[in-house]
């Protein structure tokens, strides 16, 4: 049953949590971060849309209540785009006033995608609500990853940008390069930008034994994890795939990529293009248990995000669940990559297909090599990176609120 917003429980500290890119609790970081906040005494609510596996329009999980809403589709295009976003913020500040009138909130806590959740908290910061800004990803080098230009809209991105910092009380940013353009570009006091990193949970990143099924009948097993989309580059892990079956002439390893998206289809006929589709699976977005199921039996795993500025600065949480596992990576050499990784991943030349497609082989042909890198990433997430170890700093970017 729903509480009153006059009930003995809405008393504790509230916090509503607003995330639109995806479902809760399938996004594992705003999960991750609603539960910490939950276990230390927050009340907690979240507004997210539905999606695969999430279409209940309301439900509490762990004492969580989540309200979801739809979206007319995942965009593709800047139409599209328009259209997903302006539903969005419609059902945003609907389901806000459901939430203040039945449990309460005195924190808006936004994470973006888009930078344009601020419409909805400045409206509540006049009733006296604080807002956080939860600084997921940098949206003009997103918007510039995938259209490739610095027009009208691009600008329009480092405006709405702006706007949301200035509106913050405080922002939470994964890494030290979004800390950076926190403060340069969006003018916030360097005591009001709390790095919070996106570690992982060992509860969920279970070992598990390898499932040999996944590898076709071949004799090695090649992971990604991960959206398909146009800033993943993909399209150059097939490259990669095409070079190592036909030039390489290596026939021995199976690639499973796991993830949904919008260049998913694309993806499946660029493989067929590149011959490489009898290499190649995608398995479409799947529950944890079968990610996990390919992550253990995975021999080596990829990260082919495109050398970019967006993804030079981010953060992606799939390195540091391929460590977690103590799984071997191969990338591209990006900052935040090497920053996560270090000693767990080679390092291919920025977008160079062919210098990736070697450091797998290399990877696959050495087995000393890729226990070691595994056992010190997986060392390196238990003693330095694992969530448990950023939880108090949530903890502690909510204590400079001063509910």
């Known amino acids: 049953m729903m509480e009153s917003a006059g009930s003995a429980s809405s008393k504790r500290k509230r916090v509503l949590i ?8 399938f996004d594992r970081r705003v999960w991750q971060e609603a539960t910490a906040l939950k276990n230390t005494g927050y009340q907690v609510s979240i507004i997210c849309p539905t999606g695969k596996d999430f279409e209940k329009r309301y439900e509490v999980i762990d004492d969580i209540h989540i309200y979801r809403h739809p979206l007319p589709l995942e965009a593709s295009g800047a139409l599209g785009y328009l259209l997903e976003y302006s539903a969005a913020l419609f ?3 609907v389901l806000a006033w459901r939430v203040l009138l039945t449990r309460g909130f005195d924190v808006i806590h936004a994470c973006n995608p888009p930078d ?21 990803d940098i949206n003009p080098e997103l ?10 809209l691009y600008r329009m991105m480092l405006f709405f940008e702006r706007l949301t910092f200035r509106s913050a009380d405080i922002s939470i ?12 570009r969006g003018g916030m006091d360097k005591d009001k930008v709390f790095v919070v990193r996106s570690g992982p949970s060992l509860d969920r990143l279970k070992k598990l034994p390898p499932d040999e099924s996944l590898k076709n009948g071949k004799k090695f097993l090649v992971g990604y994890v991960g959206v398909m989309g146009q800033q993943e580059g993909i399209d150059y892990l097939l490259k990669s795939i095409n070079y190592i079956v036909y030039t390489l002439k290596r ?16 993806l499946k006929t660029i493989a067929r293009d590149l011959k490489v589709s009898d290499y ?12 996990l199921e390919v992550l253990n039996t995975a021999d080596v795993c990829v990260n ?27 990338q591209f050499d990006l900052t935040e990559g090497r920053a996560s990784a270090l000693d767990a991943s080679l390092y291919a030349n920025k977008n160079d297909f062919i210098d990736m497609a070697n450091k797998i082989t290399y990877l696959i042909d050495n087995p000393d090599l890729r226990t070691q890198m595994g056992n010190y990433g997986k060392q390196r997430v238990e003693k330095e990176l694992e969530w448990k170890y950023e939880n108090p700093k949530l903890l502690a970017a909510y204590e400079a609120l001063c509910i």
């Open 280 to 291: 190649v699976h995608f398995t479409d977005r799947v529950p944890d248990q079968k990610l």
């Open 18 to 25: 607003i995330v639109e890119n995806l479902p809760v609790p």
């Open 143 to 152: 918007y510039e990853a995938k259209f490739g230009k610095r027009d009208f």
């Open 91 to 93: 059902w945003e500040f």
């Open 251 to 266: 026939t021995d390893i199976q690639f499973c990529l796991v993830g949904g998206g919008t260049e998913i289809t694309n």
């Open 304 to 330: 082919p995000d495109l050398a970019n500025e967006m993804n030079d600065k981010s953060t992606m949480n799939k390195i540091m669940e391929y460590m977690a596992l103590g799984k071997p990576i191969v």
């Open 116 to 136: 344009l959740i601020f419409i909805v908290a400045m409206f509540f910061k006049l009733l006296g609500k604080k807002f956080v800004f939860d600084h997921h």
């Open 173 to 184: 940013a994964t890494n030290e390069s979004y800390k950076e353009i926190a403060i340069t």
